[in-house]
């Protein structure tokens, strides 16, 4: 079985003209499908859509993506950092969901992905344990 290659895009312009032509009581708009090098099931889709939707033009693909932490929610994370460098990511989830109930859910891996591209430097804080008092000689 042989691939089906891709899919051929229509432009706005030659979705506009087969619109124009089904809207005219004189053109035939598969004919003017056929000249353009339309397929006849994409111009009855095309006609279809303009029918239900009225849009003439695509779809744009893509768009933002949708980022979860925004900047209230950074500033917070900054100022319990400044205050306690030695919180854990679970720590400052859960202070971070008393502080902001509004803001989403976020995950201690999306914590961790902020801080880091908020390029903190932590320096890693250990337990000095005490030394033993030293007697005099």
Known sequence: MAARGRYRRISDVDRNRLIDAFEADDADYLQVADTLGIKHSTARSIVGVYLR???????????????KVDDDMRDALQG????????????????????????????????????????????LAEDVPEQPMSHAY
Do not use: W
Request: proline share 8%; no cysteine.
């Open 80 to 123: 319990y950092l400044d205050d306690n460098p030695l919180l854990t990511l679970r720590e400052l989830n859960t202070q971070l969901r008393a502080d902001l109930p509004d803001k989403p859910f976020v995950t201690t891996s999306t914590i961790a992905r902020t801080l880091d591209g908020m390029l903190l430097t932590l320096k």
């Open 53 to 67: 939707d009225g849009r003439r033009n695509k779809l744009p693909k893509g768009g933002p993506i949708n980022q």
